[in-house]
Every structure is written in C-alpha cells, then in structure tokens.
C-alpha cells in the first residue's frame, strides 16, 4: 500500500476540525493509456460496474477503471451503467430497495463510497467517475455533480478521480465545485479550443469522431489537454489510436489492448 494517511487538526477561536487526508503521488499511478471500460470484466464474465471488475482491472495494473454513477430517489450515488438495475428504476428507488436485486455474483449494487474507498486502497490504477445525465431533469443532473464532488473530497479521493460526462451543463458544474478537478467530456460536439476556454482536462469522445477529425488530436495535445477514445475494442482501431499518441483508450477489452501496446514496445 504506497499512499497513507493523516489527521490534520485545526484551531481557531475554540473551533476544533479533523479531517482525514489522503496523501498520494501522482506518479504513482500507473501510464499505461489503458481505462478498463466498466471495470475489467469481459475476459472472466464479471458483472460490469461491480467492485469485482474494479478489483480485476487493478490487478491487470490498468491505468483507469471506468464506472457509471447514478443518485437514487433518496440521494444515494450508485454505481450501474443503464438507468435500471436489473429493471428496477435508480432513479425512482431507494437504495434500500434496490439491495432486493443483486448481480450474477451476489453483490449489491455498490454505492460510489464504496467503490471508492476500494479503489483507495491501492494508488496504480485511478478512478474514471461517469456521471449520468438524468431521466428526470436537469436540475437533477446538477444536484448529482454537486453531489459526486462533495464526496470525492469528503472521501479525500481527489487524486485518484478524474470526472467525465455527456452532459456539458454538468462537466461545467464539476469544475465549478472543484477548480482543481479533471473533467473531460464526452459527446463530442465541442472543438478542443472550446474545451480549453472552458477549464476541461480534456476531450473524450468515440474514437469514430477522431476518425472524422484527426486534426483534434494534434490541437488538443498543442493546447495540453489529454485526448481518450472509447470504447475501443478492435486491434485496428486501438493501434491508429497509439499511433496517433492519444493519452487514453477505453477498452472493453484491456488485456488485447495490453498485449499490442506491450508487442509495440518489445518491437521498439
């Protein structure tokens, strides 16, 4: 385990504070461009987004493992990618009510505190939170943002999050909350100049749009900002993507993708 932790205790007129803080290098983690796609979870047919494919891209040693992020009616975040979990509405349901249904290997729908706090416990492979643009408004959409924020740093989990979204409105609302964060988006309908101006990490978009607009990729790294594809699972497609040095690959299948950047390095 390389990070660890501290209390800091702070006065002031009789006020006394103690807040937990996570130390970790970035360094640390890992470079390898590879962001398991739901977890890594095709290869041993684990449920997606389950803290079993989390602990499985870990163990591969990928860079990132991605997962969804939904707020139940009671403001609970949990972590599924589809609106349903296992057709049961999140949003429209408790998170006590939603514990009635469970994965194909006994788990529960895992709350983001959870999946983070597991992902915490190592500091080589980050965490790649999606938020979900809701089913039933944009107010809630917001409120969700506001909400993953807050418990990032509740958490102390700052470094090992980046932030993506569909919803430009709530990639705007994460920076808002936290300056320091990384937020990239994912539609695809905005210029790396645009995304620069607005304070975004990055671009994440299908690799069918880079396709399109190759010059983005170039423009992007010009102006610093990171470049992932998803969700590229063909060997074709992810070596045109490493040839054109992107930052990240977002794979269903990471281990493909494991073997060709590790092929590509023994033939350099």
């Known amino acids: 385990m390389k990070y660890f932790a501290i209390s800091l205790i702070l006065t002031f007129s009789n006020i006394f504070l103690s807040h937990p803080v996570h130390m970790v290098k970035d360094e640390a983690f890992h470079t390898n461009k590879i962001i398991a796609h739901r977890g890594a979870w095709k290869a041993k047919n684990l449920p997606q987004n389950s803290i079993a494919s ?5 163990r591969l040693g990928c860079e990132g493992s991605e997962f969804d992020v939904w707020m139940t009616m009671d403001s609970v975040l949990v972590v599924n990618h589809d609106a349903d979990f296992y057709g049961m509405p999140i949003e429209s349901s408790t998170y006590k009510a939603l514990l009635e249904k469970k994965h194909p290997n006994g788990e529960q729908i895992p709350t983001v505190e959870k999946y983070l706090k597991k992902g915490m416990e190592q500091n080589g492979t980050k965490l790649i939170m999606e938020l979900k643009t809701s089913t039933v408004s944009k107010e809630r959409s917001l409120s969700l943002a506001k909400n993953a924020v807050k418990l990032v740093k509740d958490l102390g989990a700052e470094k090992w999050v980046d932030y993506i979204a569909f919803d430009y409105d709530m990639c ?29 990490f990055g671009l994440d978009y299908h690799f069918s749009i880079f396709r399109k607009n190759p010059q983005w990729i170039n423009e992007a790294h010009d102006l610093g900002l990171t470049v992932n594809a998803w969700t590229v699972n063909k060997e074709e497609d992810m070596q045109w993507l490493l040839d054109q040095q992107v930052r990240f690959i977002s794979t269903d299948e990471p281990e493909l993708l494991f073997k060709l950047i590790n092929n590509s390095n023994l033939r350099m």
């Open 54 to 58: 989390l602990e499985e891209a870990i």
């Open 172 to 200: 705007e609302k994460i920076i808002a909350e936290d300056h320091n964060a990384n937020v990239a988006y994912l539609y695809g309908n905005k210029s790396p100049e645009e995304l620069k101006k607005a304070g975004f």
